[in-house]
Structures are given as structure tokens and as C-alpha cells.
């Protein structure tokens, strides 16, 4: 007795037998192949290409013949026709064995495909969304038989697609007659297919075959800036980003002035969880108006945000955040409709919340802990997400620990005199010639420096405008490293340090960065600027030396700076003013935003929502405010790059001069003799 053909499927090397005559995606389906399909099967929507191979499989231990499959029919041709299928290709729907066959799934047509990002530190996305689209035949109405539409409907899911207990909202009901009959009983439906508390529901229908795409967002929600990224749900492509400042800021730069607010005003929580709430909307339309698509298409949101931004979108009035022992409404992921948080966007658009740390530790961490899985590490990294509330993990394979800092806003420009966004005509790069002290600089916009031939041309269009973060971390640490600022934080006078850049500034001094123009007057660097970085970066490291502690290391092997603004700040320059703590810079490494590159991982991949609130659990919290020995690191890390640790591996590469320029009295030397002093004053 002759036996059924042999179908292996590359590059599962799933294999299976099956009759002749068996559909590719049949075979496909009960070996568990990762194959897609929207249409069910009935050669609509082309989600089911396959490359058959013919010839020799030693390997395999098959020979393909070419009537392995059978032959090119009118549904594969009338669809070549149309829109094109690629030279080699077939419709594994329309497919069938005839003989022994190889199949090669491309990536393109697989289920769970791999969305691979160019940042090659960075894992790998498995797409496996949760609002996903199934084409189904649903029966006629019969009078014999009666029932309603919205119910066979549902059998036609758990019949065609084996989706168990599928509901619907009222708005479908309301819709979905019409539409049945206008698609001659044959829709697109889209589902989402629910989670461990809630069942599928249907969110939308179409007549017929819906070929175009759904959408979600991935959203992180952060004090300054409100970053999203507008995602198709089927590919797993970022279609487009956007952003906007935090309308919420004209209550506060920072979290606690935000939280003062509230207590304050009576109406004020109100007043911000309003304000969030149109910045978010605006932010929909603004994305959605540059992919060209309808908002209304958008059917998945998910949000990262630190604890105060988390209560205030969900207006809860974040007072308890403000005093000890800083207790959460609730720490769990929330799982919401989009109309339950005012958003317009597809009316049954849900949303969802990662899970928050602690009190001061929240969504935008656990994002963090998803995209760089320092659980998942074999040496001990320490990440840290710079912004206006710093996000701080440490740990390894056997154990993570997790703080936050207020750094305030002064890395992102803020409280800086000629601070300003990363914008076109900021300046984000500096060097400073240590004989000279002669500086140069790059603005954002060119790709030139100040001293090149070009330059004025070549910002021409944007001016030189202030600077940037990056901009001042960068200037800072060159003064540093040229003399013109001691370790303490004071900047010399010209006399001091040989050059007429540094100018008396009232009772300070302050370095020329640039001479200005006819359009624009000169740009400086004040000692009340450093003074706001110093604030910044001391609680950034007291945060990371406190997690050290309780770790009981005094160093760590490999720095991951995540962020916006982290992705821009140079390794050295940060470790020069003492921000990180001593490392190889070759072991401090970017990873972008990694709070939205976590919120996109649980936008598109349904398990690693149940990954992250796993992980969170397991996640030890390290409350800054109520440690000891925080005050004593902060005052320690107020000097450049730190009044008692020894940075070794810095001072290898890099000659620290030690200069004193605090002559008016008082030790001198470090930060803490020159604030008595000025707080005397």
C-alpha cells in the first residue's frame, strides 16, 4: 500500500503526510505551520504564499518532482493578474499535493512573524497582536431555522476560525445588518481576541473582503514629551511616529509641582487629567494625518507612563503619590476601553496600561525592563532611562531592582538660560580645545562643525538657536576637562583660566560658547547652569550607587543609557560629569527609547503583556526618597565627575585637571562648601 505524499515545511521543518488533493494550508494549519491567512482559504487576500522547491533534498531525504503540486489555477491567476504574485510563488489555499513537496514559508506570510529592528542590542519583535482580522461566510437568515445574524455571526468565527465565545458591542449590533447584506453574508470582521479576564469581541465589520489595514499605538506618555508610534497591526510596521510637548507642563515641569498643583486647586487634578487627555487626541489626529489613514482605524492602544501620568490620564488624583508611603490607586496593567479615557479613536479602540512598579517606579520602567530584559542578563547591566524622572534597573539573571530619581527637566534643555528642544539650530555637539580654549560645535541640522568651511551656510536656513541637552552635557564635560570648570562646579574667571571666554557674570562667571551673529546674540554657559546639571545628574547616579548598595557591588559590567534624550548623550562626556558610574565606554550602550520600544513590544506580541506582568512582580523596589545614604550620594555626585568615588577607568582615558576657583572662602573643594556658602549669602 502506497503512502501519502510527504509535505515539509522550511524553516519550521515541520513535516506531515497528507492525501493528494490536500490544500498547502490545510497541511499547514494541522501541523501547526506558521502560516497566515485572513480569508479563511477562499484565495482573497494572497496571506498565504508559499515557495514550493523542486529537485534533490538529501537532507530531507525526499525527491520533488514538478507535479508535486497541482497546477496554476483561476483563482491563483485572476489574483496574478490583479495585483501580482512573485515569481515562484503560490497560494497555499489553492496549492494542493499531488506528490512529495518542500514548502518554504517566506517571512512575509507567517503568522508570528519576526519584526526586526535595526538596533541590534534590541530583541526581536514576534508579531501576535491582539485585534487581528478574519474573513468569514456567515449563514442566511432561514425562517425555518430562526436565529438572530449576530449569532451566526459568531458560529460562522467558531466554525471558520475556532474562536470561542465571541461578544459584541452595541454599536455592532446597531451596524451589523446592514452590512451582512450589503457583503451578500460574507464580512471582514475585526476582533480582538481578549485575555485572561475578558472574551473575543467583535470591533468592526466590513462588506465583503476588507483588504486595507488596522492599526494601533504605541504610546509613552512622559512628563516633558508625549512620544507615540502608529503601528499596523498585520505587519507589525511602524508607519509613523509623532509627538508633542506635554500640555500638562503649564501646570509644572516636574512631577511634584504637578502633584502640588492638585492639592492646591480643587479642580486641578481635573484641570491636568483634561489636558493630558486633548494632548493625547491631538497627537491621534497629528499621526494619523501624517500616515494618511482614518483614526478611526486605530483599535489598540498602549500606554507607558511614570505613576503621577498614569493617575492623572486615568484621573485619580495622584495626591497619595505625593507624601509617604507614595501608594498607587492600583500598581496592576488595566485593560480599558478608549472611550473610558475620552480618546477619539475607533469607538471600541481599547487600551492598555502596563503595569507600574511602585509608587515612584511606574509603567514606563516595566516598559523599559520588557525591551531590555535585564532579567534575561548574564552579566549585571545597569539601565537607566534618562528624563525628568529617571527610570533606574539593576540586575541580572538572578534577581532585578528597580529606583527612580527626579532628575527635573534640565536634560531635556529646561531650567538651562539658552536651553531648548532638539530642534533644527540647536547645538548638540562640543569640543573644546584643552591649549586653546578655543570651543567648536555642531547644531542639529548639519552635519558640519562650526570651524569647517560651510558652516554658516550650511545653517544658514535655521540659525544657532541655543542648545540641546546633549549640547550642554557635552560643554560642560569639555569645560571640565579644559580647566574652565573645577570639579566643585564653579567656573573660573579669565585671569584663572587663561581665556577671555570666560567673562564676569555677576558674583559668577560664565563661558562664551558662541560669539552670536547680526540675528543672534552670543550663547553662554552660566554657573547656574551647571548648577542645574549638577542637581540632575547627582540624584541620577545617587539613584544607580543606591541600587549598587543593595546589591553590594561598587561596579557594574555594562551601562545601557535608554531614552530619547539617552540615545543622543555621549558616554564619555556623561561619565566625565559623573551621571554613570565608571565603566569600559565601550560597555555603555544606547537603546533609544526604550519605554516605547516596550510599549510596542505589548502592542504587537498579546504574550509579552502576560510576559511584563510576570516580571514586574518579580522586580525588587528601592524607594529613594525614605534611604539614607541617598542625601549622602547626592551630595558626594554634586561634584564632577565625584567627591569620593575614584572613576579609574575614566581617569585612564581622560586627564582630569583640578583647579579651585573658589577663592571667597569656604573648603573650596567640591560642591557642598560652595552651597553653605552661597545659602549664607
Known amino acids: 500500500m502506497s503512502q501519502d505524499p510527504l509535505v515539509i515545511f522550511t524553516p ?3 513535516r506531515g503526510r497528507f492525501p493528494e488533493g490536500t490544500p498547502i494550508l490545510t497541511a499547514a494549519r494541522q501541523l501547526g505551520v506558521d502560516l497566515d491567512s485572513v480569508c479563511g482559504g477562499r484565495g482573497i487576500c494572497s496571506k498565504c504564499q508559499i515557495t514550493p522547491s523542486y529537485g534533490e533534498f538529501p537532507k530531507h531525504g525526499v525527491t520533488v518532482s514538478d507535479g508535486a503540486l497541482s497546477e496554476w489555477n483561476a483563482v491563483e491567476a485572476r489574483y496574478d493578474d490583479k495585483r501580482g504574485l512573485p515569481k515562484g510563488r503560490r497560494l497555499g489555499c489553492q496549492a494542493t499535493v499531488q506528490g512529495d513537496v518542500v514548502i518554504d514559508v517566506p517571512p512575509e506570510s507567517q503568522v508570528h512573524k519576526q519584526v526586526v529592528r535595526k538596533r541590534a542590542e534590541a530583541r526581536d519583535i514576534t508579531l501576535d497582536p491582539l485585534v487581528k482580522l478574519f474573513y468569514v461566510a456567515v449563514e442566511e437568515p432561514d425562517m425555518h431555522e430562526p436565529s438572530g445574524d449576530l449569532e451566526r455571526l459568531v458560529q460562522a468565527l467558531h466554525d471558520q476560525w475556532e474562536l470561542e465565545d465571541v461578544k459584541a458591542d452595541l454599536h455592532i449590533l446597531q451596524s451589523m ?8 453574508w460574507k464580512v471582514t470582521v475585526a476582533v480582538h481576541l481578549g485575555d485572561d479576564e475578558n472574551p473575543p469581541r467583535i470591533m468592526h465589520l466590513w462588506p465583503g473582503y476588507f483588504d486595507g489595514a488596522i492599526y494601533g499605538v ?16 498585520a505587519t507589525g510596521e511602524v508607519v509613523a511616529s509623532s509627538g508633542l510637548m506635554n500640555p500638562q507642563i503649564r501646570f509644572g515641569e516636574d512631577l511634584m509641582s504637578r502633584v502640588s498643583y492638585s492639592m492646591m486647586n480643587p479642580s486641578g487634578a481635573q484641570e491636568m487629567t483634561d489636558a493630558v487627555r486633548e494632548g493625547l487626541n491631538a497627537l491621534f489626529t497629528q499621526i494619523a494625518s501624517d500616515a494618511e489613514i482614518d483614526k478611526g482605524l486605530i483599535m489598540d ?35 480599558l476601553r478608549a472611550d473610558d479615557l475620552s480618546l477619539s479613536i475607533h469607538h471600541s479602540a481599547r487600551v492598555y496600561l ?13 516598559a523599559v525592563a520588557l525591551s531590555e530584559a535585564p532579567d534575561k542578563s548574564d552579566d549585571l547591566v545597569l539601565v537607566v532611562d534618562v528624563g525628568t524622572n529617571a527610570e533606574i534597573l539593576l540586575g541580572d539573571k538572578t534577581g532585578v531592582m528597580a529606583c527612580s530619581s527626579p532628575t527635573g527637566p534640565a536634560f531635556e534643555g529646561a531650567q538651562i538660560s539658552a536651553g531648548q528642544r532638539a530642534a533644527p539650530g540647536a547645538i548638540e555637539r562640543v569640543e573644546i580645545d584643552p591649549v586653546t580654549k578655543e570651543p567648536r560645535f555642531k547644531v542639529i541640522g548639519s552635519d558640519l562643525w562650526s570651524t569647517d568651511d560651510g558652516f554658516d551656510a550650511a545653517v544658514a536656513t535655521t540659525g544657532i538657536t541655543g542648545i540641546c541637552g546633549s549640547g550642554i552635557i557635552e560643554v560642560i564635560a569639555e569645560m571640565r576637562m579644559a580647566g574652565l570648570v573645577d570639579a566643585g562646579g564653579l567656573i573660573g574667571s579669565a585671569d584663572q583660566t587663561g581665556t577671555d571666554r570666560c567673562f564676569a557674570d555677576g558674583r559668577t562667571n560664565s563661558f562664551r ?12 554657559v552660566t554657573n547656574g547652569d551647571i548648577r542645574a546639571i549638577q542637581m540632575a545628574k547627582a540624584a541620577l547616579y545617587s539613584g544607580a550607587r543606591l541600587l549598587m548598595d543593595k546589591r553590594a557591588v561598587d561596579k557594574v559590567d555594562r551601562v545601557v543609557l535608554a531614552g530619547a534624550f539617552g540615545a543622543h548623550i555621549s558616554a564619555k562626556h556623561a561619565m566625565v560629569l559623573g551621571m554613570i558610574p565608571d565603566c569600559p565606554l565601550d560597555r555603555v550602550t544606547s537603546a533609544g527609547n526604550a519605554a516605547g520600544t516596550g510599549a510596542r513590544i505589548a502592542l504587537l506580541n498579546r504574550a509579552a503583556r502576560a510576559e511584563i506582568e510576570d ?6 523596589k528601592i524607594e529613594t526618597a525614605v534611604e539614607p545614604r541617598f542625601q549622602e550620594h547626592f551630595v558626594n555626585a554634586s561634584a564632577m565627575p565625584n567627591a569620593v568615588e575614584p572613576f579609574p577607568i575614566l581617569r585612564s582615558i581622560v586627564a582630569l585637571p583640578d583647579p579651585h576657583f573658589n577663592t571667597g572662602g569656604g573648603d ?3 560642591a557642598g562648601g560652595r552651597r553653605r556658602r552661597r545659602r549664607r549669602d
Open 615 to 620: 516580571t514586574v512582580r518579580k522586580i525588587q
Open 218 to 233: 504605541a504610546i509613552d506618555l512622559g512628563s516633558t514629551t508625549i512620544a507615540a508610534h502608529l503601528c499596523d497591526l
Open 12 to 14: 519550521s521543518g515541520k
Open 513 to 524: 560658547l558662541w560669539d552670536g551673529d547680526e540675528d543672534h546674540g552670543p550663547i553662554a
Open 177 to 184: 445588518q446592514p452590512v451582512l447584506r450589503k457583503g451578500d
Open 668 to 670: 573650596g573643594d567640591g
Open 354 to 366: 502596563l503595569p507600574c512598579i511602585a509608587g515612584h517606579v511606574g509603567a514606563d520602567a516595566a
Open 301 to 335: 492602544v498602549v500606554v507607558v507612563c511614570n505613576p503621577v501620568m498614569h493617575h492623572l490620564l486615568l484621573g485619580i488624583d495622584p495626591f497619595e503619590l505625593g507624601q509617604a508611603p507614595f501608594a498607587l490607586a492600583t500598581s496592576n496593567a488595566l485593560r
